[in-house]
């Protein structure tokens, strides 16, 4: 089957006709789907895909459901990642060429990449083309590009700002950023190559001194300076004294840009190798104690200051590093004398733990060294009871007795006021710039900030929250957390492609910040965007976006001032007031922490609570055949790539069916690769069957009837939850295993049915598999696309009928009992069977002795004159009722085998009778509901 000619067919159709360039028709339920604009630093990948299909394929079931559907797409292109990798083209850096080359970009286009501008063309015209190829059901009237090389998005986006600014969500003032020291600017997320959520955490220099020098230790534990027995040093790295505002600091040389980036006045008096110090005696400020410093490999310069506290009773690496040395301490060139008559220091007490939790879990966990890839899970579980449910003892002074939560705060408050400590800020994990630099902390005074620790503002975000569907609901609680944790967050940089900050041109609107109400755009794109707009962008002044946005001011001065006619000003008005608030936003759940929470906020700062968000839709990150995707791994692919591999149909399918809700989706290899074929069978089994068979109606008609409009309906439930994987198990594979079933009963099905059958499987496959239904949909005579034929549905009114899909279980019990009394007895050259189904009366005995007690049951059954005839029989049968609790089935057991005898026949291979009165075994007296009795002639 040609699915690629099928595919090119309907995608031209698409274009032609606009079948996905909705307008306003008022009256008409709306109903608008946004996926975050993908950043145009390269192709399209499949993660991504998965993230923006779960919006299309919502989209196209709204559109099917009678909703009049909007699902638009832009390109963002705000940030720093494309100035720098244009940079490293023109300075002609092998590493950003090699990139470009393995996306596939010829050799001879890669110089043309040094230019910035050049990035914002190209890719996205090629994500265009790859969406366009999968049968996006996107409106591309409205798709734009963002920054100031769109002047009407620049436009709007420094309106945006200037309405945060004068309502007093956008603040200047002195914060710890992430860093990139290429960039010269703040590192969002977007911008980053590595450490997606990584922030500046505060920690704490803990002082210890070496006569009026201060070696200054890193710690997120400052109630742990009781505990010290140590400090370590890295014998092999360079060491730094230097003039630290007022002190003399010995740190690692890696640590001295970071403590300038963090405003400490720092100059460099002298360097040594860190083993000069080993053996030397400090004075740990906090309890007045000297403790000795010893040397350990496992220091990293690059972290905290270089110089790190031991507190082996709490600290599992520590006690590990501190057994090592004292094992063998000539190994590490250590005299005895220096370690001899140290202890640990007991400071917390922890549930199912004794004095010393370090030294208990490390030899728990059967740790051998300070090399032992196991310390990292000892010191997870160690820290987190710790710190969650931990009291300090008496050796913590007046600390003792209180929770370690509790305590952290007034603790840090005292050391630093003392001059025993100092505050730092550090990354938690390694934050890599997409220009391949590694970020730092930087404290900056005069950057901008959105105010997201104000905590009004935090109220209006919860409101917003409180009201908005999730998909699924349980990422509520992650939400909750974001809006409560969420800090100020830098809004600006100075270098890169964006917006020029309103009233500071010397600094631009960072990527993160220009995407939050952008959404509001898309009602209004089509009438600014692409060559044929008569509207200047001068012309979008904030009285014009106040009007059209908030209602503000009157049509015919904003027409007069700003020179856009009256007509055109409603018109777009009519969009916004239409098509906003959207109901749905699709993304991964890494932009929980940051961009759609930041979509919460500036929407209730920005708009009346009408236009808020609906709802967020949040998924997984897609894996590879069950891998985590990775450059690295060389197991990142395109959705072209893909689409060159599998088809658009089939890419889709197998995205869909990867995963829901939370979970990690998975990209099955597997799964696409037979997915082809399933769907070239259906086409075949669907044109070629469509309006073909009996006409007269049978059991098993009924019966696919009646398992289709459960299907039916599970699907549709699993699609308003886009729970899609489910949808496609329920209305694909399930439908499919029914239908083969049927097939196997009923060699020529009914008209009717097999005909409506293959509309409803067509139409719940079509949002999944459009390319191919759009086909099979003209071949069969539907009207028009199927995009927009109505989804299936059933009559609410009418009960379905259980007792039919009964039928076909007691039909198949039947086949099942046959088989096996055959392969038993090893009857297989037998000629006939023969099928008794049981005697009238044993139908209205178990009818009236169902579910009741003995005693009951005998007494209603033997009321009856009839019943009474059968004599013992009945008393017989009535314990095997009550002791089996069998209940009444509803099925006409005769009539179903008697319609069902050829098909019984062929499946086990003889001649089978219902009810013969040849029974030389009277096999018919031992029949019961449900159980017919058998006997098979040889």
Not at 416 to 437: M, N
Not at 682 to 696: C, L, N, P
Request: aromatic share 12%; glycine share 6%; charged share 30%.
């Amino acid at each position: 089957m040609d699915f690629r000619s099928i595919e090119e067919k309907w995608q031209k159709k698409y274009e032609e006709s606009k079948i996905f360039e909705p307008s306003v028709i008022s009256g008409m339920p709306k109903y608008f789907i946004t996926f975050p604009y993908p950043y145009m630093n390269g192709y399209f990948h499949i993660g991504r895909a998965f993230s923006g299909m779960r919006a299309e394929v919502l989209g196209r079931y709204k559109l099917m459901q009678g909703f009049n559907v909007l699902f638009p797409f832009a390109f963002h292109c705000t940030g720093t990642p494309i100035v720098a990798a244009a940079e490293r083209i023109a300075e002609g850096e092998k590493k950003q060429m090699d990139i470009l080359k393995k996306m596939g970009i010829p050799e001879e286009e890669i110089p043309k990449f040094a230019d910035p501008v050049y990035w914002t063309q190209f890719f996205p015209k090629e994500t265009m083309k790859d969406l366009k190829r999968i049968g996006a059901a996107v409106d591309w009237s409205r798709t734009f590009i963002t920054t100031s090389l769109n002047p009407y998005y620049d436009q709007f986006i420094k309106w945006q700002f200037r309405k945060l600014k004068a309502g007093g969500y956008v603040v200047q003032g002195e914060h710890p950023v992430v860093w990139c020291p290429r960039c010269k600017s703040p590192v969002g997320d977007h911008a980053r190559l590595e450490g997606e959520g990584v922030t500046p955490e505060e920690i704490y220099l803990i002082k210890f001194r070496l006569g009026e020098t201060v070696l200054p230790c890193g710690t997120y534990r400052p109630e742990t300076a009781f505990g010290a027995t140590n400090l370590w040093l890295n014998p092999d790295v360079t060491y730094v004294k230097a003039k630290v505002n007022d002190e003399e600091w010995i740190v690692s040389e890696e640590t001295i840009e970071k403590l300038e980036n963090q405003k400490f006045e720092v100059s460099v008096i002298e360097k040594f190798p860190g083993k000069e110090l080993i053996g030397r005696r400090v004075m740990n400020e906090v309890t007045g104690n000297d403790v000795p410093i010893l040397p350990a490999t496992f220091v990293e310069p690059g972290t905290g200051t270089g110089v790190v506290m031991s507190v082996p009773a709490h600290a599992p690496f520590d006690y590990a590093a501190l057994r090592d040395i004292e094992n063998d301490p000539e190994k590490f060139g250590i005299n005895m004398d220096i370690i001899s008559g140290m202890k640990l220091i007991p400071l917390i007490t922890i549930e199912n733990f004794g004095e010393f939790p370090a030294k208990e879990i490390v030899e728990q966990m059967n740790i051998k060294d300070q090399n032992d890839p196991k310390l990292d899970d000892a010191t997870k579980e160690i820290y987190k009871k710790e710190f969650h449910t931990g009291l300090l003892n008496k050796n913590t002074g007046k600390y003792a007795g209180m929770k370690v939560m509790e305590a952290k705060m007034e603790l840090v408050s005292d050391f630093v006021h003392s001059g025993k400590a100092a505050i730092f800020y550090e990354l938690p994990d390694p934050v890599i710039c997409r220009d391949l630099t590694r970020c730092v902390v930087k404290i900056v005074s005069d950057q901008w900030f959105l105010n997201y620790s104000s905590p009004i503002w935090k109220a209006q975000a919860h409101k917003a929250l409180d009201n908005m569907k999730l998909y699924p609901e349980k990422v509520r609680k992650q939400f909750e957390y974001v809006l409560d944790w969420l800090k100020d967050w830098a809004c600006t940089r100075e270098y890169g492609l964006g917006t020029e900050l309103p009233w500071d041109k010397r600094w631009m609107v960072e990527s993160l910040s220009d995407s939050t109400i952008y959404m509001a755009y898309y009602t209004i794109a089509k009438y600014l965007e692409h060559g044929g707009s008569t509207i200047k962008p001068e012309s979008l002044t904030d009285e014009f976006f106040e009007f059209i946005f908030l209602n503000k001011g009157r049509a015919e001065e904003v027409s007069k001032n700003t020179g856009i006619s009256m007509e055109l000003l409603l018109k777009m008005k009519q969009e916004f007031e239409y098509w906003y608030p959207f109901d749905v936003r699709s993304s991964g759940k890494d932009l929980v922490q940051n961009h759609l929470s930041f979509s919460l906020f500036n929407h209730t700062a920005i708009f009346p609570e009408k236009y808020w968000p609906k709802g967020f839709a949040v998924n997984g990150f897609l894996q590879l055949d069950g891998q985590k995707m990775s450059s690295s791994k060389g197991n990142i692919y395109t959705l072209r790539q893909i689409c060159d591999m599998y088809g658009a149909d089939a890419t889709r399918l197998t995205l869909m069916y990867g995963g829901e809700g939370l979970e990690d989706p998975n990209w099955d290899s597997e799964f696409a690769r037979t997915a082809g074929p399933k769907l070239s069978q259906w086409y075949d089994f669907a044109t070629e069957s469509y309006g073909k068979g009996r006409e007269d109606e049978k059991y098993i008609d009924r019966w696919l009837e009646s398992v289709t409009i459960k299907a039916i309906k599970l699907t549709k439930d699993a699609m308003d939850n886009m729970d899609f994987r489910t949808a496609i198990q329920r209305g694909y594979f399930d439908m499919q295993r029914y239908l083969r079933w049927y097939i196997r009963r009923t060699p020529v099905p009914n008209k009717r049915v097999i005909s409506w059958f293959i509309e409803v499987q067509t139409k719940i496959l079509a949002p999944f598999c459009p390319h191919l239904c759009e086909e099979i949909w003209e071949i069969i005579g539907g009207k028009g696309f199927i995009a927009k034929s109505p989804y299936p549905s059933w009559d609410e009114t009418v009960e379905v009928d259980e007792s039919i899909e009964r039928s076909e279980d007691f039909v198949r019990s039947v086949i099942e009992d046959l088989q096996e009394i055959i392969e038993v007895a090893h009857l297989e050259k037998a000629s006939e069977a023969y099928i008794y189904t049981p005697e009238g009366w044993k139908y209205r005995a178990l009818e009236l002795a169902a579910g009741k007690n003995m005693g009951d049951a005998m007494k209603i059954v033997m009321a009856e004159e009839e019943m009474r005839k059968q004599g013992k029989e009945v008393s017989k049968y009535i314990q095997k009722v009550v002791a089996d609790r069998l209940v009444p089935s509803g099925v006409s057991e005769k009539e179903i085998l008697e319609e069902a005898r050829d098909f019984i026949s062929r499946e086990i291979g003889m001649k089978v009778e219902i009810d013969s009165e040849f029974d030389p075994e009277k096999k018919r007296r031992h029949a019961i509901p449900g159980r017919p009795a058998i006997y098979v002639k040889i």
